[in-house]
């Protein structure tokens, strides 16, 4: 029996991400092949125009899971009966401006909306912040949707996710498909933790530990950490644009994982509301080790954190803090 179709928002679809993201969501990455979607897209009235070429582009594709597009520059026409929302759109930091007014502009984004999701989305929608300072613009969301659940509420760290693993697959010369387990945990931003203290390659005579297969902690506590850190950097350098094709891919990634479950024995990073878990501090948005199954998301727990781990926890937890701080006089 066909499934009825799945409504699917993305904001600041007309942007480099959301071109890369919607084709990916309409040919089932994210929810699955035999999954139908509903693309809402909407972006601000200058980008109307090539809003509506990127819709002329999904009619012309012809994806047979696509059963309808929303292209618009209205945000509660955007977000009626929306059952995922992907947040892409969002204030840019400009040369010379300072992180308040970056904050402010955000601030005033994501509270905007915020209120058409509380009042106009499905019930039970979930929702994924993509665009920066991802953990606290989905915060403010958090506090301007309170009848949205706080566990259908998160941000992307997948991305940075799987650029870890990506570096150890490199490294040791396997396939990215064989490591699993690394974590990222506090803040999308320079002073995440990349950790794979607890990760796993999958070996002809079983799973390996990544720290006993590297054999080299020099790397994995300097350039590992710091190229991963920094890798949204780089590829500005070398491209010119922020990284568009891997973060449209990690946020399919994130809710497919989110929605359909992760594999037995498998964990993934995903920026959610919490309960204080790893003397983490609750109130934020904090990346943490996950499982998903059944459509919600746990906390892996009873992970031992060693010294130079617990320091980077408690440094990227306070930098949240201090974003959480900033945001909130840009409210009050």
């Keep these: 029996m066909a499934k009825d179709p799945v409504r699917v928002l993305v904001t600041g679809a007309a942007g480099q991400i959301g071109y890369a993201l919607v084709p990916m969501i309409a040919r089932g990455v994210m929810l699955g092949a035999d999954q139908p979607v509903i693309l809402h897209m909407l972006d601000i009235p200058p980008a109307a125009e090539a809003l509506n070429g990127v819709k002329m582009e999904l009619v012309d594709a012809a994806f047979p899971l696509l059963k309808g597009v929303v292209a618009t520059t209205d945000v509660v026409e955007a977000c009626t009966g929306v059952n995922v929302a992907v947040m892409v759109g969002g204030f840019p930091r400009k040369e010379g401006m300072e992180r308040k007014d970056v904050m402010s502009k955000n601030v005033s984004i994501y509270k905007s909306q ?5 009042k106009h989305a499905a019930a039970n929608c979930k929702v994924l912040v993509v665009a920066n300072p991802a953990n606290t613009n989905a915060l403010i969301l958090k506090e301007f949707a309170p009848s949205i659940p706080e566990k259908n509420i998160s941000c992307l760290t997948r991305l940075d996710h799987n650029r870890a693993l990506g570096q150890i697959s490199e490294r040791l010369g396997v396939q990215v498909s064989d490591v699993k387990n690394v974590i990222i945990w506090g803040n999308h931003s320079s002073t995440q933790y990349p950790d794979v203290n607890h990760a796993t390659v999958t070996t002809p005579s079983g799973d390996k530990a990544v720290r006993e297969l590297v054999a080299d902690d020099a790397w994995l506590n300097g350039e590992f950490i710091s190229t991963v850190q920094q890798r949204g950097a780089a590829i ?3 491209r010119k644009f922020s990284s568009a094709l891997s973060a449209a891919s990690s946020a399919c990634d994130h809710i497919r994982d989110w929605v ?6 498998t964990w993934v990073s995903m920026g959610v509301y919490f309960d204080g878990s790893y003397n983490v501090p609750a109130g934020l948005i904090y990346s943490f080790p996950v499982t998903c199954a059944n459509g919600e998301w746990t906390i892996v727990q009873g992970l031992p954190i060693d010294e130079f781990s617990r320091k980077k926890l408690d440094l990227t937890g306070e930098e ?3 974003e ?4 909130y006089s840009c409210l009050f």
Excluded: M, R, V
Excluded at 260 to 265: D, E, K, M, R, V
């Design 260 to 265: 359909l479950g992760t594999p037995q024995g």
């Design 320 to 322: 949240l803090f201090e």
């Design 114 to 118: 915020a209120s058409a999701l509380e």
């Design 236 to 238: 500005i350098k070398a």
């Design 324 to 327: 959480k701080a900033l945001a």
